[in-house]
């Protein structure tokens, strides 16, 4: 599916006001992963409270045992520091990276703001080789933005 029509059904996934933040997260990871063959797993992460550490809150795709990232620790927690997204074409080429799978063969992980402050992030795990374009980037800041609003 073309990341257009995905956009909207984000928009109404997260207006979905009857269903609790965390169902609306999981269903948009859900969205994503089953519908951009390259995104084989999917997760939303946020700062633990005052922690300066990373949870994962949401996610769709196998189980991983990396609930908890510390910041500065693997591309997740290195992204919690930098506010920048991280692209990685090929995981094996980075020294600082946490394997969730060994089937992973790329990563990108895109920063997400509230007022103004990096709260969070998605992180999209990919068994094909270097899949990520600046669409991915410029589509999954739109996914953050919106979910932004839904947060308090
Ligand atoms: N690979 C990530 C860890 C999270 S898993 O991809 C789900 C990292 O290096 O931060």
Known sequence: MPFEKLKSQILS???SKELSVDTRLTEVCEILEQNIPYYDWVGFYFKN?????LKLKAFAGEPTDHTII???KGICGQVALSNQNFVVPDVKAQDNYIACSIFVKAEIVIP???NGENVGQIDIDSHTADPFSKEDELFLEFVNEEVAKILE
């Open 112 to 114: 997400l703001f509230l």
């Open 13 to 15: 996934i997260l207006g």
């Open 49 to 53: 409270g005052d922690k300066n550490e």
């Open 70 to 72: 510390p910041f500065g």
